[in-house]
């Protein structure tokens, strides 16, 4: 019988393949066992033959962006991973306008807004991800989030093809999209931003960028804060406050310098991540009657 690997071969032929890929490699986290196949379309053609492959093999797939918000687990992901390449990365400026692609690193275009003198973007200067993952999970900081920014959205679907959504469509709330669960493929966005003096953009930017250097543990491998926000409380308070920070279960701790966020000490695995995140969730409850939720997306086979 031939195998769906040697199928892939020839019906994906001219779009970048790789095989056996350590999820480590692509995620901030530097965590996670290996993708059966990682493929990179570079349009909207190579997504409709991915997809339609998938459909064809009931195989399952997912799109990894920066894999900032991952937290893979330890046999790995089966399946085909997406990630956008080619016209997915560019972007596009005119008269104001200005239209990215969902493979883009979401903190060059808010530079690059600045720069151009467009004021809207510099609270995602930033977040680590793509602008497709930050339209997946309305990524959002200081005070700004996606929905607040976007016009229209494309996705490609399998079924209905190339669609724009309207901003009213998008169904954007907190740390959430329309796209989530969807089965479709954000390929890219069109931004409404405010004609802006450069100069205080920019400078928002430097501002931003210092606030962040100052009290998130960039310096190590993390997908940033771990849980979502409860609704009335802060969760690096509570963490630490339930004399959480600095603790370790293997590999994975409690950052010294933002509770809130899960750090890889070296050779951190997924199972250790886990049991932390359990343990900081039994003792929170404990302490505060608060269930904490995580905001990291989980994936891969158990
Ligand atoms: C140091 C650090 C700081 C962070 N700070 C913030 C912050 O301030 N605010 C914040 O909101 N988040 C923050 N994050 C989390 C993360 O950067 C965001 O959630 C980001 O939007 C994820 O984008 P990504 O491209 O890395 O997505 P991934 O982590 O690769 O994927 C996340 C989900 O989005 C889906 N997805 C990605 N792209 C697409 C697409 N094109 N079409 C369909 N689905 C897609 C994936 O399948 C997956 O389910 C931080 C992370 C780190 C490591």
New binding site residues.
Partial sequence: MVSWQEKANSALKGIKQRYQVPMAELT?FKIGGPLDLLVEPENMADIQKVLTFCQMEKLPW?????????LVRDKGIRGIGIK?GGIFTHDEFYEGLVTAG??MA?GDLAKKTACQGLSGLEFAC?????V???V??N???YDGEMAGVLKKVQAFDVEKGTIWYDKAELDMGY?HSR?QGSG????AIQLDLKIADKENATAKIAELTCQRESK?P?EMP????VFRRPVGYYVGPLIEKSGLKGFSIGGAQVSMKHAGFIVNNGGATAADVLKLIEHIREIVKQKFSVELIPEI?I?GEE
């Fill in positions: 901030t997912m799109i990894i962006g920066m894999g900032s918000n991952l956008l969902a493979g979401l930033g977040i680590p991800g793509t497709g993952g930050g997946y999970m990524a959002g900081a740390r796209f479709q493929v954000i390929t998130q960039l993390s997908a940033g804060s997306r994936v």
